[in-house]
């Protein structure tokens, strides 16, 4: 007799842990261990895991209206759009509602050409946009998915204005860049680049594309890294935290960058469903606390000088979003195996010396104490 057999395209390993359920800042483990999250669920969980206030917004939504389509105007984009855009530098913006980081991007992407009736995006050395077709060819991925790009594109090496300079031709109608390079190892931008990159994009007519898709959510201690920095772009994507867990992807833009342009140009089935933009609503509404934000920088502290007990040679990043760069006694995977023996989570970079942690964003600094305690003994 013939039976379906379903196995799972290998794409991901898989840690040596049992998580039976989530809670706050901590992986419960089915024996009963419990391990701090500093890994934060691939930049996911801001929130920390299964928080109950959330519980209680997602069941709530659930009961009164589970799904609408687009067609249908309802309460929690209103409430989102009064929520995240109180986060917004000042200025007109318009938002698009995707699912996923990739989906902003490609959708940022589309409005700036478009918009600039250009064929060719400028991008990084290091860079992580997603995987579909335009996020793809502006990431700097040595496993092309695609044979083609959408669209011209043009590499110069990360944080080399000089060669931005040069790369930025009159087909250029965006720049795009993550404002901290997180996959590559937590990259820091050098002083004055994001700025060049600012006079570069108005000089040149290109506009500049922010893929904060880690880095908002209050990640880096403002709510987004365009604050954090002092640099106003003309399109922001974000997504991973935005809705703390449930899929969302959202793509701001300048309203004059993109006015006069087609509403047909983008679309989504999924995208702006209630019970999202419910969740995304109450995650912004918590962002937009200064004392929650305070709490992020001084927990980023925190996290970095405990970093400082261990085998580490620099700390680098903002707020919650730390790279740690370790000396020659120990690797990436090395240190990341050995921690997570000692109860705590941590991630990998492409750099295979440099940790990566994104914690929840209410981690407290009595927590990263916890992890100190673990480093220091690498
Ligand atoms: C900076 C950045 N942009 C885009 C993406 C793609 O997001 P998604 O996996 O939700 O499509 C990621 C995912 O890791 C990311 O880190």
Sequence with gaps: MLMAILREYPAYGRLPVDVERTEGTELVLRDGRRVLDLYGGHCVSAMGGSDPELGLVLADQWSKASFLSNLFEHAPRAAFLEAFGALLPDGEWRVFLSNSGSEANE??????????????????????????????????????????????????PWGDLAAARAACDAEVGAIA????????????????????LRALADERGAALLFDEVQTASGRTGAPFAAQTYGVLPDLITTAKGAAAGLPVGITVARAGLVEGLPGHLLGSTFGGGPTILAMAAAVARRVGDEAFLANVRASGEALASEARRGPVREVRGAGLLLGLVLDDRISGKAARDALLARGVLVGTSDDPQVLRLFPALTLTPAEARRFGDAFATL
Excluded: Y
């Design 107 to 156: 959708n940022a992407l589309k409005l700036a050409l478009a918009a600039t009736k250009r064929t060719k995006v400028l991008c990084f050395t290091g860079a992580f946009h997603g995987r579909t077709a335009g996020a793809a060819a502006i990431s700097d991925m040595s496993f092309d998915a695609f044979p083609r790009t959408p669209f011209d594109v043009v590499r110069v």
């Design 177 to 196: 860049l993550e404002p901290i390079q997180s996959i590559a190892g937590m990259r820091v931008p050098t002083p004055g680049f994001l700025e060049g």
